[in-house]
């Protein structure tokens, strides 16, 4: 890839990342050493090396970061639907589906895991358990309709 057309897209990249790759390029571009060059951005040998490595293998392309989205899930989500269906109408809350999950399937998640599967991804709504009252008569609507 020609300078000019390395400077040009250098200038319009967003991703910041992308952008201290593409400047170390150019000045890699300019004769400078891949020592002089770690010093100028601020990493070291071994990453400039990486980042030039992948721009002659890829080019432009070859400069954006690579992740491969991190852990894998203990337990997928189709597994979480099954649960969020068994434990439906049972009054459970956060803790008591923690426990469950751990006593059912054998695989323990902390609290906060199982908040945000339950309330953010699945979003199992907020309910409060609370026991009934026993002297409670059956027809309790009907009588206090007929008030």
């Known amino acids: 890839m020609p300078r000019e057309e390395l400077e040009s897209r250098c200038r319009?990249?967003?991703?910041?990342?992308?952008?201290?790759?593409?400047?170390?390029?150019?000045?890699?571009?300019?004769?400078?050493?891949?020592?002089?060059t770690a010093k100028a951005v601020a990493r070291c040998e071994k990453s400039v090396r990486n980042w030039l490595k992948r721009w002659n293998e890829r080019g432009y392309d070859g400069l954006a970061p690579e992740f491969d989205g991190g852990p894998k899930p203990r337990m997928d989500s189709g597994e979480w639907d099954k649960i969020v269906k068994e434990i439906e109408g049972r009054g459970m809350t956060i803790r008591d589906v923690e426990v469950y999950v751990k006593d059912t399937r054998g695989v323990h998640y902390a609290y906060k895991t199982v908040w945000e599967v339950l309330r953010k991804e699945k979003k199992v709504r907020y309910g409060k358990a609370y026991k009934e009252n026993a002297k409670r008569p059956p027809n309790a609507e009907e009588i206090l309709k007929k008030v």
């Open 12 to 36: 319009k990249e967003r991703d910041g990342r992308v952008k201290e790759r593409a400047l170390a390029i150019l000045r890699l571009y300019d004769g400078t050493t891949e020592e002089e």
